[in-house]
């Protein structure tokens, strides 16, 4: 029992991170960690863990998985003999004899920190010990390990970038027909730029022949403001909020859609633009961050700040049918060059250094 893997923080509806954390875990059996869980893995030693200390209770559950993994997982590390803790967020307990290796997604509370979030704190105060007492960090991007130095000041041979990957079985092209929307999907928060896209796309000389498709979860604090700003503009009918998309539905949305238009401020990865890709969809994204190290050539990249640029781009996806057809080509090459298997081994290369 020498690996453990805490994924106390698993959510049943998973989103980002635990599709992560699903994802990699089926390729560290290799390793044959026991893995800390409230949910069931059949082909793998489990530890049970308490079912409230995920994200689905709220600030509850992340303060309660807080006070659990600084108190009681010393203990089941000391219980069960380990050599070595895997968490593929952030977080392990501070000042013990337990040894960690964590993983870091983004540094996105500290570059758009709002106000009474506990997101700001969390990474201002204990994030840095977390990496500083860390034996290795793992990250998914060279732009995130930028920022983990840039931010906590943390030597470049800490700092292992492993990109994600995406589910070759579900993500890929259907050779449905192209339907006239314009698909985003993720959150809605400040800094997924949705304000300036609904601009953009309002700019559009010809927009009533099309629609703009926003999926990811309703925000109350923010969805009433782009609510809002669609009807001030007279675009209300074009814009369609489609709330959380079932993970079912989400192949045959991308595949239908014009384009994926995804002008993140930043973001750690960017797993959207890599699964339109894997679908053959044109990409319109950001030139700044991660998505670069995602896109390759294989999408229209814009400055995200820059309202023009995004309905120039869109213009090019309307109007040139072979500028299609090449994104779409180089998308589906793009994609190729990513897989959970190459995710998975490059994970187990970096903990077996320290086991």
């Known amino acids: 029992m020498e690996l453990l893997i805490n994924l106390s923080f698993l959510l049943t509806k998973p989103t980002g991170i635990s599709n992560y954390a699903k994802n990699l875990i089926p390729h560290l059996k290799s390793l044959n960690p026991t893995i800390l869980t409230a949910q069931n893995y059949p082909d793998f030693n489990c530890y049970p863990v308490p079912n409230n200390l995920t994200p689905a209770d709220g600030t509850k559950g992340h303060f309660r998985r807080l006070l659990w993994t600084q108190f009681q997982l010393p203990k089941i590390y000391q219980t069960l003999k380990s050599q070595l803790l895997f968490s593929p967020i952030p977080e392990a307990p501070l000042y013990t004899n337990c040894r960690f290796i964590v993983m870091s997604h983004d540094m996105i509370p500290l570059r758009f920190p709002k106000r009474f979030s506990p997101l700001t704190p969390y990474h201002r105060y204990y994030t840095p010990q977390v990496f500083h007492q860390s034996l290795h960090i793992i990250c998914n991007s060279e732009s995130t390990a930028q920022d983990i130095t840039k931010f906590y000041q943390i030597s470049t041979n800490k700092i292992t970038p492993i990109p994600l990957a995406y589910d070759r079985a579900h993500f890929q092209f259907l050779n449905l027909s192209t339907r006239n929307y314009f698909l985003y999907i993720g959150r809605q928060d400040p800094y997924k730029n949705l304000q300036r896209l609904i601009t953009a796309f309002s700019a559009l000389p010809d927009r009533n022949d099309y629609e703009l498709w926003l999926a990811g979860p309703d925000d109350k604090r923010y969805s009433p403001l782009l609510e809002t700003q669609t009807k001030e503009l007279g675009i209300n009918h074009l814009v369609k909020f489609l709330n959380y998309v079932s993970y079912d539905e989400l192949p045959i ?103």
């Open 253 to 355: 949305i991308i595949n239908q859609s014009l384009a994926l238009v995804f002008p993140s401020l930043w973001e750690g990865f960017g797993l959207p633009v890599l699964e339109a890709m894997a679908c053959g969809t044109p990409v319109i994204t950001s030139n700044i961050s991660s998505l670069p190290e995602v896109a390759g050539d294989a999408a229209i990249l814009i400055n995200p700040y820059n309202i023009e640029e995004i309905t120039a781009a869109m213009k090019i996806i309307i109007n040139d049918s072979e500028a299609r057809k090449q994104l779409s080509q180089k998308g589906l090459k793009r994609a190729d060059k990513f897989s959970w298997e190459q995710t998975g081994s490059a994970t187990v290369e970096v903990l077996q250094k320290y086991l």
